[in-house]
């Protein structure tokens, strides 16, 4: 399964509004709500704080790739936003996160969320691609950054 067949424009957020990571992940999850991908906000952030709780999804390198499975996921979805400010996420190397990856998958799709998951963490290890998706002023730019790197 390729990244961009899971990410549309109108799942790219470019330029996050808040800098609290809470309040990112809402607004990550408002994103999932607004294009009909989940069935419940509440249920389906409750369950990207449950998997936050466990340990940071702040992977490091300027990156946070939160993940949830949910009943409430209608089809494997993801989010992109980005953020020039960059905010806390508890990253292992203590430096904010400014480029996030929600990824959104139906209880009982397990292998889905994890192929996914690692092909994500593969691209985002090199700096020309994440400095690429920093560098993108559109949706449009943004997808166009993941398909050269598929």
């Known amino acids: 399964m390729k990244i961009s067949s899971l990410l549309s424009p109108e799942l790219i957020k470019i330029g996050l509004e808040n800098t609290e990571k809470n309040a990112v992940l809402q607004e990550m999850v408002d994103v999932l709500d607004q294009n009909a991908k989940i069935t419940s906000n509440e249920e389906f952030y409750q369950t990207i704080l449950a998997r936050e709780e466990k340990s940071s999804t702040g992977v490091g390198n300027g990156v946070a790739i939160p993940h949830g499975k949910s009943s409430v996921v209608k089809e494997a979805a993801l989010v992109f936003a980005n953020s020039e400010a960059g905010v806390d ?18 209880e009982g799709k397990n292998d889905e969320h994890l192929k996914v998951l690692a092909q994500l963490s593969r691209k985002l290890m090199h700096a020309d691609f994440r400095d690429a998706l920093l560098a993108a002023n559109t949706a449009e730019e943004v997808l166009a950054v993941i398909k050269e790197n598929e």
Not at 91 to 98: G, I, L, Q, V
Not at 100 to 105: D, L
């Open 89 to 106: 996420f508890e990253s292992f190397d203590d430096n904010p996160a400014k480029i996030f990856f929600m990824i959104a998958v139906p």
